[in-house]
């Protein structure tokens, strides 16, 4: 289950294999998530890079980012794979910078009508530009739905994140999400879609998308729905619409509903 991630308040510990890949940089720790993980940026002259760490044991590897960081480049702005790399801590990942500042900056936290209308236009690109066939990835809900079941089996946590705001039990929505609805069109989903993962340049014009650890093929709901979702854990309420109406498609309460439940268990 997802928590909100956010950058960090406290001071952080660099880890050991980032200190010495980032010798002669200046870093700055800009994100850290529920996972242990942390996002640092890196900027030496003009120079300006991203090393992602995920500690071992959190259940994310880098590696499957970045090897879909490889697939994508060329067809989207997608971050550009420079090194990647593990050891018994953990493993990492480093990128040259996209331009543009994540949609909950303070900029676009104060405009958020504008931010919501770019990651809309941003995910109907990325839905529309990646080819389904020839995709080697995959973010369907079978294999949600094992993940889920595994997540489930090693946790004794069974509450919702109030922020979430669902109507029912955990044990409730493994009991829904066992029956998906029809698929509306299967497109290579970004997998996080949340307001943070798309950048915006000073004009509201969307520069790029990055944390595409889970893109694969999907229905575009799987992707929208959580997008919209993330409009009001950012923005507040209003804004989901805007999204969908920059994306070029009418609600759908159903498949809402549903793609949010697996969201949230898996």
Known sequence: MHDLSGAPTTRVEVPQSVAALSAGWMLNPVWVNELGGITFEMKRSADRRFLKWAPAGSGVDLHQEAERCRWAAGLLSVPYVLQEGRDDAGTWLITAAIPGDSAVSERWKGEPATAARAIGQSLRQLHDTLPVEGCPFTWSVEERTRRAHIIRSETERLAWPAYYDLDLTVEAAFSEVASAPPIDKLVVCHGDPCVPNTLLAPNGAATGMVDLGSLGVADRWADLA?????????????????????????????????????????
């Open 226 to 266: 959580v997008a919209t979702w993330s409009t009001v854990w950012n923005y507040g309420p209003g804004f989901e619409d805007v999204l969908l109406d920059a994306y070029g498609i009418s609600p759908d309460p159903v498949r809402t509903r549903y793609y949010r439940l697996l969201w949230a268990i898996s």
